[in-house]
Nanobody, 117 residues
Framework: VQLQASGGGSVQAGGSLKLTCKPS???????????VGWYRQAPGKQRELVAD???????NYQDSVKGRFTISRDNAKRMVYLQLNNLEDEDTAIYYC?????????WGKGTQVTVSS
């Protein structure tokens, strides 16, 4: 299974981006019943959970992004999204997509988000 994250870029504070994660090599049923999430790692810091969504639709957000970021999934297309609004300098990081399934735990290479004020 390979995960391709895209949609990162450089924006000014207050701007928006939409990240997309497209897995390949994963069958529909495995994806459908997996937990999917977005993590990020800023320079000099540990990787941290940004948001995740279970197979049942339960969503969890890191406190610092609540009200600004929205995670979603499209099971039919096997895609995962993260809408980032009202970006802040502290959101600058590499964002990684993760799929936690019965067949394994998978990571993408990440996409860079840079926010400047």
């Amino acid at each position: 299974v390979q995960l391709q994250a895209s949609g990162g870029g450089s924006v000014q504070a207050g701007g928006s981006l939409k990240l997309t994660c497209k897995p390949s090599g994963i069958i529909w049923s495995t994806f459908r019943f997996s937990r999917v999430g977005w993590y990020r790692q800023a320079p000099g810091k540990q990787r941290e959970l940004v948001a995740d969504i279970t197979s049942g639709g339960g969503i969890n957000y890191q406190d610092s992004v609540k009200g600004r970021f929205t995670i979603s999934r499209d099971n039919a297309k096997r895609m995962v999204y993260l809408q980032l609004n009202n970006l802040e300098d502290e959101d600058t990081a590499i964002y990684y997509c993760n799929i936690d399934s019965a067949s394994g735990n998978y990571w993408g290479k990440g996409t860079q988000v840079t926010v400047s004020s």
